[in-house]
């Protein structure tokens, strides 16, 4: 079974190839590079679930622990991440908004345990807002399909990833 640092980074690759050329000139961009060769924009604040995991999970392969930081909720029991915490070979290729009833026919766990795991995310962060968005990545030509909450706290968005 493969860990949930080579889950992650694989995830993290994914996104950037979704992302490559996908925003819009309203806000301020910061370009970076996959190990691909992919050159994908970020912009600087996290308004959106999506544009919040597909930053981290950039900064997860492109091995920026300051980005990865800055996208990761303070909470999160991994925060901070430190440099062995980042890298990896995949390439990010969906990652869409969902609902725990959507989430459990993909992935694990089922509705009613991501439904409480949000509600626990929810009392831990006194957050605005907590919802779930599910990433598919490719990784050595297989795509895996894998999840992450993303938290709105004082209007802006930040991840919360599975635990490792």
């Given at each position: 079974?493969?860990?949930?640092?080579?889950?992650?980074?694989?995830?993290?690759?994914?996104?950037?190839?979704?992302?490559?050329?996908?925003?819009?000139?309203?806000?301020?961009?910061?370009?970076s590079t996959t190990e691909s060769g992919e050159t994908s924009e970020d912009t600087e604040s996290n308004n959106d679930p999506e544009d919040v995991?597909?930053?981290?999970?950039?900064?997860?392969?492109?091995?920026?622990?300051?980005?990865?930081?800055?996208?990761?909720?303070?909470?999160?029991?991994?925060?901070?991440?430190?440099?062995?915490?980042?890298?990896?070979?995949?390439?990010?290729?969906?990652?869409?908004?969902?609902?725990?009833?959507?989430?459990?026919?993909?992935?694990?766990?089922?509705?009613?345990?991501?439904?409480?795991?949000?509600?626990?995310?929810?009392?831990?962060?006194?957050?605005?807002?907590?919802?779930?968005?599910?990433?598919?990545?490719?990784?050595?030509?297989?795509?895996?399909?894998?999840?992450?909450?993303?938290?709105?706290?004082?209007?802006?968005?930040?991840?919360?990833?599975?635990?490792?």
């Open positions: 079974m493969t860990n949930r640092r080579q889950f992650l980074i694989a995830v993290a690759t994914v996104g950037t190839a979704a992302v490559a050329g996908c925003m819009d000139d309203s806000g301020d961009t910061e370009s995991v597909e930053q981290y999970y950039t900064a997860l392969l492109n091995e920026d622990v300051e980005s990865v930081n800055d996208a990761l909720h303070p909470a999160h029991p991994d925060h901070p991440v430190g440099e062995d915490g980042t890298g990896g070979e995949f390439i990010l290729l969906d990652v869409e908004e969902t609902t725990p009833e959507e989430a459990a026919q993909v992935v694990q766990p089922s509705r009613e345990q991501f439904e409480q795991g949000l509600t626990d995310i929810e009392d831990e962060t006194n957050a605005g807002d907590v919802t779930l968005v599910l990433l598919t990545i490719e990784r050595e030509s297989e795509s895996q399909n894998g999840w992450s909450a993303v938290v709105e706290d004082e209007d802006e968005w930040q991840a919360w990833p599975p635990e490792d």
